[in-house]
């Protein structure tokens, strides 16, 4: 992609000492005592939660004694300083979010192509086309609503019924999320730009003053009975139910009908800088990351993604039952198409 990269997303920083801790990290890198007495070290651009990438690192320094120093950011920002840093880049690994930007910094010839071993622990469906990249976990697009303000019989069952006037004023969104990207292309393969767009700019009309910032806000809104209905990937709402209580939901989930282009699964994933000077240790870090014991990691991590090899969080759909649409990896592409027609649109 010779355009913009995706969209910028918040960073997220929890609160108390941890927060504190990851402040530092953030300014001086997070490598352990293992950075100093190995002489080998890594530099990790993330773009992930920090509180997960903190104990992944945490237990990849003491399984190899390969100090890491990490430099979290919005994914789409770290893109851009890999590209102006041109060769070599001070990273050495890049861990995101999302696909998009993986596939825009493989456009660009930046990625190292991946050990075969690392690519063989998650499905192909999920890599990299081009082996420049691993699938670390997932997300599917799910509709958030709130049964006090809209009945379960009118909660949308497709992406297009979010630009239906019925929803006028009861739709919340957050268009500037990466997540929301792979929705927009999706809707784009299915009926074409012109049609997208005009989607786009109805789903605008119904959301009026309900477009936020990002995801967290969205649910948290719904919720709170300000709006009644969204679109977002599943582990928000997992999240805010981890930090409210059960007690504290005001909203439950449902799937769009299967194969829906607005049902989409979204893919974290993670990849080694072509010009990297740790070639070695970039890769058992990425191979890391897709282990056992590295998923295993993930999994009780507060984000609630989906494994691919792994139980889904309790209550949680299992990933194998999931039916999204079939749109592939490389039709996602880097997103650079989505950016437009948000930006079109007058969403960006």
């Known amino acids: 992609?010779?355009?913009?990269?995706?969209?910028?997303?918040?960073?997220?920083?929890?609160?108390?000492?941890?927060?504190?801790?990851?402040?530092?990290?953030?300014?001086?890198?997070?490598?352990?005592?293992?950075?100093?007495?190995?002489?080998?070290?890594?530099?990790?651009?993330?773009?992930?939660?920090?509180?997960?990438?903190?104990?992944?690192?945490?237990?990849?320094?003491?399984?190899?004694?390969?100090?890491?120093?990490?430099?979290?950011?919005?994914?789409?920002?770290?893109?851009?300083?890999?590209?102006?840093?041109?060769?070599?880049?001070?990273?050495?690994?890049?861990?995101?979010?999302?696909?998009?930007?993986?596939?825009?910094?493989q456009g660009k010839g930046l990625l190292a192509h991946l050990d075969a071993s690392t690519l063989a622990r998650t499905p192909a469906a999920y890599d990299s086309p081009a082996g420049d990249w691993v699938g670390v976990?997932?997300?599917?697009?799910?509709?958030?609503?709130?049964?006090?303000?809209?009945?379960?019989?009118?909660?949308?069952?497709?992406?297009?019924?979010?630009?239906?006037?019925?929803?006028?004023?009861?739709l919340a969104l957050a268009p500037a999320e990466p997540d929301f990207q792979p929705i927009v292309t999706s809707m784009d393969r299915r009926h074409g730009k012109t049609a997208t767009l005009k989607w786009l700019e109805g789903i605008k009309a119904n959301s009026g003053n309900h477009i936020y910032s990002d995801n967290e806000a969205v649910v948290s809104e719904i919720n709170r009975g300000t709006a009644a209905v969204g679109i977002v990937e599943q582990f928000y709402w997992y999240r805010l139910r981890a930090e409210l209580g059960a007690a504290g939901m005001h909203t439950k989930i449902s799937f769009l009908a299967p194969r829906d282009p607005g049902y989409v699964v979204g893919v974290s994933g993670a990849a080694v800088l072509r010009n990297s000077r740790h070639q070695a240790e970039a890769q058992k870090f990425v191979a890391f990351l897709v282990s056992p014991k590295g998923q295993a990691i993930i999994g009780r991590s507060i984000e609630d993604e989906y494994l691919f090899h792994g139980p889904a969080s309790p209550g949680e759909l299992p990933f194998d039952r999931l039916q999204p649409n079939s749109i592939t990896i490389a039709q996602l592409g880097d997103g650079a198409a989505a950016t437009a027609l948000l930006r079109k649109a007058g969403l960006l």
């Open 137 to 170: 976990s997932a997300r599917a697009s799910v509709v958030i609503y709130n049964p006090k303000l809209i009945a379960p019989s009118e909660v949308p069952t497709t992406a297009a019924e979010l630009a239906d006037p019925r929803y006028r004023g009861k």
């Open 1 to 105: 992609m010779d355009g913009d990269p995706p969209p910028r997303h918040r960073l997220r920083i929890p609160g108390g000492a941890l927060a504190v801790a990851l402040l530092a990290c953030l300014a001086g890198g997070c490598g352990g005592s293992a950075h100093q007495g190995s002489g080998q070290s890594l530099t990790v651009y993330n773009g992930q939660y920090p509180q997960t990438t903190a104990a992944l690192v945490s237990a990849f320094e003491k399984a190899t004694g390969i100090g890491v120093k990490v430099r979290s950011n919005e994914e789409a920002p770290l893109a851009d300083e890999i590209v102006l840093e041109g060769s070599p880049s001070r990273a050495d690994v890049i861990y995101t979010e999302n696909s998009p930007v993986l596939e825009y910094l």
